[in-house]
C-alpha cells in the first residue's frame, strides 16, 4: 500500500505541463499565443473597435511602452528561473557525487557490512529516480525516499567498526553520509521552489495586454496585420516555454 502523500509546497497549477515533451509543449503554446493573436485581431475587426488612422502614431507609443516594460520584466523572470535550473542541476551534480563517494568507501568495509550498507544506497537512489523526482514534478513529497534515507543515515551512524580496515574507513564513511545529507536537502529545497501563482498571473495577464492591445491598430493590409500581430504572439510563445 502506498503511503500518505503529504504536500508541503502547493501544487504548480496545471502541472501536466511539465509532463509534456518540450518539443510538443513549444507547439501548443505557440499554438495557443498565436491562435489568441488572430482571434484578437479578427474579433477587433468585426466589432469595429479598430483605432482611426490619426491615432494610431499615439497609440504605437503606448503599446511601445507597455512592450518595453513587459519585455523587461518578462526577460528578468526568464534569467531567473534559468538561473534557478542551474542551481537544481548543480544541486543534484553534488548529491550524485556524494552518493557514489559514500557508495565506494563502504566497498572497504566488510562483505556483511559492505553489501548491505551498498544495498540501502542502491535502493535510496532508485526511490529518488522512480518515485521523488516524479513527486517533486508536481509539488508533492515522496515519503518512501524519506524513509530510505532517514534508514541509510541510521545505519551508517549508528555502525560499530568491528575491524581494523573499518576503523580506518569508518571516518571518511562521516564525512560522505554528511556530504550527501547536505546536498540532498539543498537539492529538495531548490527543487521545491518555482514560479509562483502570482508571478504567472502576471506573465500570462501582460501577454494578454501586451498582444491584445496589437489588435486594436488599423492596417490597411489585413492580411499583415494577422501576420504581424502573431509574430508577435510567437515571441510571447516561445518566452512561456522557457520559462515553464
Known amino acids: ?35 489568441y493573436a488572430v482571434v484578437a485581431v479578427l474579433l477587433a475587426r468585426r466589432l469595429r473597435w479598430r483605432l482611426s488612422l490619426e491615432d494610431n502614431g499615439t497609440a504605437a507609443a503606448l503599446h ?20 534557478d535550473y542551474g542551481d537544481v542541476e548543480q544541486a543534484v551534480g553534488n548529491e550524485a557525487n556524494a552518493t557514489s563517494d559514500l557508495y565506494r568507501v563502504l566497498s572497504g568495509l566488510e562483505p556483511a557490512n559492505r553489501d548491505r550498507l ?12 522512480t518515485d521523488e523526482w516524479p513527486r517533486a514534478r508536481h509539488g508533492e513529497r515522496s515519503d518512501r ?7 541509510l543515515s541510521t545505519e551508517v551512524y549508528t555502525f560499530r567498526p568491528s575491524t581494523p580496515q573499518e576503523e580506518r574507513v569508518y571516518p571518511q564513511m562521516m564525512t560522505e553520509i554528511d556530504e550527501m545529507l547536505d546536498a540532498r536537502r539543498e537539492r529538495v ?23 491584445g492591445f496589437a489588435a486594436f491598430f488599423r492596417m490597411e493590409n489585413h492580411g499583415a496585420q494577422l501576420i504581424l500581430t502573431s509574430m508577435m504572439a510567437a515571441v510571447y510563445g516561445l518566452m512561456l516555454t522557457l520559462l515553464v
Do not use: C, E, K
Not at 496545471?14 to 495557443?32: G, K, S
Open 1 to 35: 500500500m502506498s503511503p500518505p502523500v503529504s504536500r508541503p509546497f502547493p501544487a504548480p497549477p496545471m502541472h501536466w505541463l511539465y509532463d509534456l515533451p518540450t518539443p510538443l509543449l513549444a507547439a501548443l503554446l505557440l499554438a495557443v499565443s498565436v491562435a
Open 64 to 83: 511601445a511602452f507597455i512592450g518595453m516594460m513587459y519585455a523587461v520584466a518578462l526577460g528578468l523572470l526568464v534569467v531567473n528561473a534559468q538561473a
Open 118 to 129: 551498498q544495498r540501502d544506497v542502491a535502493a535510496y537512489v532508485y526511490l529518488v529516480l
Open 145 to 151: 525516499t524519506f524513509r530510505a534515507v532517514d534508514h
Open 189 to 211: 529545497f531548490l527543487g521545491s521552489q518555482g514560479v509562483g501563482v502570482v508571478t504567472w498571473t502576471i506573465v500570462l495577464l501582460g501577454g494578454v495586454i501586451t498582444v
